[in-house]
């Protein structure tokens, strides 16, 4: 069996989920989070539980990483502005910025073909549509993600050709996109200097 490094050992669930959840909310600042991945399905009761709690955002990753130190979380490791990891005790937290998920820029109607789950004072919690979740984890492609892929289109509705067309039309441009985001980053970075 493959070890994965990467993730908690521990199993995290709507408890852990709500628990961030609450503290983000307690800022009471404009804020937009999208899950992603397992944080979507727990939303959605496909699962019960995942190894982290993914989102995106719509805040740049500087202004998230202040929001995080408020509420007494440090990052992980020093973060690249695409991707943030921090622990709420032992629960990890992914953030991913720019419409940048794992190597993948997000199509430009993400935002809009997202839905909505609910406010909590001025946080907009969200779920990525069902179409991207799958194109993110096909995209990664670990044993577990294929078995997420499978657990969704049992549970949704997903019409097969959209997703192909969907999936191709996002590689056609995502290599292109994904160098270009990589740059802009490292240019904001340049300029700071």
Same mark, same amino acid.
């Given at each position: 069996m493959n070890k994965d490094h990467y993730k908690n050992v521990k199993e995290t669930g709507l408890d852990e989920l709500d628990s961030f %959840?609450? *503290?983000?909310?307690? %800022? +009471?600042?404009?804020?937009?989070?999208?899950? *992603?991945?397992g944080t979507a399905m727990i939303l959605h009761n496909i699962?019960?539980?995942t190894k982290d709690i993914d989102f995106i955002t719509t805040l740049d990753y500087e202004s998230f990483r202040k929001l995080m130190a408020r509420i007494g979380l440090k990052e992980a490791s020093k973060s690249s502005g695409?991707?943030?990891?921090? $622990?709420?005790?032992?629960?990890?937290? !992914?953030v991913f910025f720019d419409a940048f998920i794992l190597g993948i820029p997000l199509p430009e109607d993400w935002k809009a073909l997202s839905k909505k789950i609910k406010t909590? +004072?001025?946080?907009? %919690? $969200?779920?990525? +549509?069902?179409?991207?979740?799958?194109?993110?984890?096909?995209a990664r492609s670990e044993p577990r993600d294929i078995e997420d892929i499978l657990m969704i289109i049992q549970n949704q509705p997903i019409d097969f050709q959209k997703l192909k067309k969907r999936y191709y039309n996002l590689a056609e441009t995502s290599l292109i996109a994904a $160098? !270009? *985001?990589?740059?802009?980053?490292?240019?904001?970075?340049?300029e700071k200097k």
């Open positions: %959840l609450i *503290l983000i909310a307690s %800022l +009471n600042q404009e804020i937009e989070l999208f899950a *992603l991945g699962k019960k539980a695409l991707c943030g990891l921090w $622990y709420l005790d032992d629960v990890r937290v !992914d909590v +004072n001025k946080l907009s %919690l $969200y779920t990525l +549509n069902w179409y991207d979740i799958i194109i993110t984890k096909t $160098y !270009d *985001l990589k740059f802009k980053v490292l240019e904001r970075r340049w």
